[in-house]
C-alpha cells in the first residue's frame, strides 16, 4: 500500500460510470460535492466500494498521476489498465510524462497479454508499444478483439458481444 488518500480528490465520481445510479461517464455523480467527496459516502452503492483507484494503491504511479493533477483516472479490468481521461482533458494522456509511461505499460502489457486502453467517455483507444488505435464509441454490448502477430499486437477491432458466442 502507498499510503495515499483520496483528499480533495474527486474525479472517479466523474469519469466512471455507476450502473447502480444510472450514472453515465463523464458527468458528475450528483452524490458528489467536488472537491469534497461523496455525501452519501456509507451508503455508497457496490460499484463504488469495489472501485480501486490505482494512483492509490500502486506505487508505480508517482505523485504527478494523482487524478484531480493529472486529470487521469487509472483502473483495472479484467484483461488490462485502464487510463479514464476527464472530459474537460481529452488529451492529458498525451502530455509527458504520461503518454511515455502509458507506451511503456503498453510495451509491457504486449508481452503479458495485458491491454492498455485509453478511456474518454465512451470513446476507447487501445495503445500498443508503438502505435495506437482509435476504436471509437464502444457500447457495452460491444467487446474489443485484439489481432497479435508474433507477440506484437497489429490490429484491433470492435464487434458486437453476441457475435462472440457464435464462435
Not at 6 to 19: F, P, Q, R, W
Not at 30 to 49: A, L, S, T
Not at 84 to 94: F, I, K, N, Q, V
Not at 135 to 152: H, T, W
Request: one cysteine or more; hydrophobic letters at 40%.
Amino acid at each position: 500500500m502507498t499510503g495515499r488518500a483520496c483528499g480533495d480528490c474527486t474525479l472517479c465520481c466523474k469519469v466512471m460510470a455507476i450502473e447502480q445510479l444510472a450514472k453515465p461517464a463523464a458527468q458528475w455523480c450528483r452524490h458528489c460535492k467536488p472537491g469534497h467527496g461523496c455525501q452519501i459516502y456509507h451508503d455508497r452503492p457496490v460499484e463504488c466500494r469495489q472501485f480501486n483507484c490505482l494512483w492509490l494503491i500502486d506505487e508505480r504511479f508517482g505523485p504527478h498521476w494523482k487524478p484531480n493533477k493529472s486529470k487521469l483516472v487509472l483502473t483495472t479490468s479484467a484483461d488490462g489498465i485502464e487510463v479514464r481521461c476527464d472530459s474537460t482533458a481529452p488529451d492529458a494522456w498525451r502530455k509527458e510524462p504520461f503518454q511515455r509511461e502509458i507506451r511503456a505499460l503498453a510495451a509491457a502489457g504486449e508481452a503479458h497479454d495485458v491491454t492498455m486502453l485509453v478511456i474518454i467517455g465512451s470513446r476507447m483507444i487501445l495503445v500498443a508499444t508503438d502505435r495506437e488505435f482509435d476504436l471509437g464509441l464502444v457500447g457495452a454490448d460491444e467487446r474489443i478483439v485484439r489481432e497479435f502477430d508474433g507477440g506484437q499486437l497489429v490490429g484491433a477491432a470492435v464487434i458486437k458481444a453476441s457475435d462472440l458466442e457464435r464462435d
